[in-house]
């Protein structure tokens, strides 16, 4: 199995910042893309940053310009780097990775359980 797991979420107050992390563990041949999501109350999930195993990133348009995703291929990690967070921005964040188990196999989408950001005014 794999295990993605979220961490560095909690309270900060608008315009402060934020590191999250997400860690893949498990049986893993290759990571593909990567990505933060956020489901905020009574809202849809919708997509925050992801970045391919090349690097090339894609931003919502509401977190350009203040939030950075990267990764580290070595720990299968992927970071979200939030800056000048606004209260609009509180919501679970969810971290996605598109895994590939073994050569023999195709990959897959894997989803942590979450983190909770809150950014009060």
């Known amino acids: 199995q794999v295990q993605l797991v979220e961490s560095g979420g909690g309270l900060v107050q608008a315009g402060g910042s934020l590191r999250l992390s997400c860690a893949a563990s498990?049986?893993?041949?290759?990571?593909?893309?990567m990505g933060w999501y956020r489901q905020a109350p009574g809202k849809e999930r919708e997509l925050v940053a992801t970045?391919?195993?090349?690097?090339?990133?894609k931003y919502a348009d509401s977190v350009k310009g203040r939030f950075t995703i990267s990764r580290d291929n070595a720990k299968n990690t992927v970071y979200l780097q939030m800056n000048s967070l606004k209260p609009e921005d509180t919501a679970v964040y969810l971290c996605?990775?598109?895994?590939?188990?073994?050569?023999?196999?195709?990959?897959?989408?894997?989803w942590g359980k979450g983190a909770l950001v809150t950014v009060s005014p």
């Open positions: 970045i391919s195993s090349g690097g090339n990133t």
């Open positions: 498990g049986s893993i041949f290759i990571i593909y893309g």
């Open positions: 996605n990775a598109e895994v590939k188990r073994s050569a023999l196999v195709q990959y897959r989408d894997y």
